[in-house]
């Protein structure tokens, strides 16, 4: 029986993962080898990669950012640095989930939740405040003509309409907050809105540093 892995994302990973990114949006650049490899670089414990069958199926990166600076409406391209991640800030308390993406054929496989799972732990295992994302709104073109962005996430909200995105989110626990205007502007599913969503992680310590601000202090006592 096929089994489903999910670990954080390695270098050698990097020439699959943008194949596969590839063919989930073939309508927009994907990422080149060494965008991955600086994410890694920068922040090894928030890229993941799932392996379903020992293939890779699917990828979830994420950086962490110092909310109060970006809790104005911004692009994707702004709050990752272009997907660079050089906007990743140790002393942040707010994991920013960039980017989640499966392969389309085993979608139902639960490879989104295990992806939102390994999210969760770690921003438990870093003592982070929350994880915050922008999802994109694919079903929302599908009416677009009928109704402003806002009355459709709100009719998500109620069970009135199924978007693959914001409904799966909304299982998985996020809170929605709003919508973001040109989040993406190459999106035209979801004609460049987005949804602003958050989960609270119930176990953050505020007495506490981060795990990432622990890991700094320690690397400034090392012998130079």
């Not at 069970?159 to 919508?179: A, H, K, M, N, W």
């Amino acid at each position: 029986m096929p089994k489903l892995i999910v670990r954080n994302t390695t270098v050698h990973d990097i020439e699959a993962l943008v194949r596969l990114q590839r063919e989930v949006y073939p309508g927009i650049p994907a990422w080149q080898h060494d965008r991955v490899a600086h994410q890694i670089e920068l922040f090894p414990e928030g890229q993941f990669v799932a392996f379903y069958d020992d293939k890779l199926v699917g990828c979830a990166s994420s950086l962490v950012i110092q909310w109060d600076e970006w809790s104005e409406p911004h692009t994707w391209d702004e709050i990752t640095a272009k997907g660079t991640f050089d906007t990743h800030d140790t002393a942040g308390y707010t994991l920013y989930g960039a980017e989640v993406f499966v392969a389309p054929l085993l979608r139902g496989k639960r490879l989104g939740h295990a992806l939102y799972e390994a999210r969760r732990r770690v921003c438990k295992t870093l003592n982070l405040r929350r994880v915050i994302a922008c999802g994109r709104l694919p079903g929302y073109h599908k009416v677009a003509d009928q109704m402003p962005v806002d009355l459709y996430a709100r009719k998500v909200l109620w069970g009135d309409i199924t978007d693959p995105v914001l409904s799966f989110q909304l299982r998985e626990g996020f809170r929605y907050c709003g919508i973001m205007k040109n989040y993406l502007a190459d999106d035209q599913e979801s004609r460049g809105y987005a949804s602003l969503i958050v989960w609270l992680n119930p176990d953050y310590d505020a007495s506490r540093p981060s795990g990432l601000q622990l890991a700094q202090d320690a690397a400034k006592d090392l012998p130079r």
